[in-house]
């Protein structure tokens, strides 16, 4: 990837828990992307550790931290592991995360994985369900301080939120009544600004049709520092449907800050929160896809770069 857009301003320390001891720096597996599975083939990175290209046969396991990423593998989308990186989505056979700019979608689940509420809870919820949210390694670059959500969901119902970004506002809803651990955490971090001066790291075309979002850092290895576990996995097929937003994550109760958007159709494995749907603003992802990535590779860094400058939840 090329680097990415100023990550804003950091959060003042006096309102956020303390920086938990960092993790000795590994290799990692390869935010939407816009990457965390239980089972896929893994990939490398060759030079970018932040976005690598899908090889054609599978890479030996990734080391300690990952990125989160959706990357595309052929006969289907699958799921990378690059060093030091979080991967979004994953889409295969063996732990082969995403770990690309985003989320990391790994095969099995990772250490300190943990349980957000009830995981695949899609009936109505209201506010009080229980959230664990167990603390996890910030990852590179920006890392942002910020508290722990409340350990009970906040918000009900079907809120509204708006991601006012530099080509224009995407509007959304947000499923609190079949993820409210997730919504518990996305307002959380939109109320705190966690997410205002923030790039869209990552942007795949082939396979996986995903803009994926929420790391400071724009490296896909970023965590809010706190990590959860998965809620409303889809059922149905296509499970990723364009309008979806979903959470990235490196595995198993990896979930944090990175995010995805669907633009078109896109399926893979059922392993990333849905936690939303766009109602605005999908001719802006249009156009971002139709740009391409600045490498003209199938997944990179948005060519049209996109800047989310905060998050508005109703």
């Known amino acids: 990837m090329s680097t990415p857009p100023d990550p804003g301003r950091h959060r003042p320390p006096e309102l956020a828990e303390p920086l938990p001891p960092r993790a000795p720096e590994p290799g990692v597996p390869g935010a939407v992307r816009p990457e965390s599975l239980r089972a896929a083939t893994r990939r490398s990175t060759s030079e970018d550790p932040q976005f690598p290209a899908p090889p054609p046969a599978p890479a030996p396991p990734a080391a300690p931290r990952r990125r989160r990423w959706i990357a595309p593998v052929a006969g289907g989308v699958g799921i990378l592991l690059a060093a030091g990186v979080l991967v979004l989505v994953r889409a295969g056979d063996s732990d082969a995360p995403e770990q690309t700019a985003g989320t990391t979608l790994s095969a099995g ?10 995981t695949g809870a899609r009936s109505a919820a209201p506010t009080g369900v229980p959230c664990a949210y167990a603390s996890a390694d910030r990852g590179s670059g920006d890392s942002r301080l910020i508290a722990t959500p409340a350990p009970r969901s906040t918000v009900s119902g079907r809120p509204t939120a708006t991601i006012e970004t530099n080509v224009g506002p995407i509007g959304v809803e947000l499923y609190a009544d079949k993820a409210p651990c997730t919504v518990n955490s996305f307002v959380h971090l939109s109320r705190d600004d966690f997410y205002s001066d923030t790039p869209c790291h990552r942007l795949t075309t082939d396979g996986l049709y995903v803009l994926q979002c929420g ?42 800050s990175q995010f995805f958007v669907v633009y078109q159709d896109s399926d893979i494995p059922p392993d990333y929160s849905v936690f939303g749907q766009v109602t605005s603003g999908l001719d802006l992802l249009d156009r971002v896809a139709a740009a391409g990535t600045t490498t003209g590779q199938p997944d990179g860094p948005p060519r049209l770069a996109v800047q989310i400058t905060e998050i508005r939840v109703a």
Request: aromatic share 6%; no cysteine; hydrophobic share 25%.
């Open 109 to 118: 689940p990772s250490a300190g994985a943990v349980a957000a509420g009830p």
């Open 215 to 256: 790391d400071p850092s724009g490296t896909g290895t970023g965590t809010p520092g706190y990590q959860f576990g998965e809620e409303n996995l889809p059922t149905a097929q296509p499970g990723y449907p364009r309008g979806t937003l979903a959470m990235a994550n490196a595995g198993p109760g990896t979930n944090g």
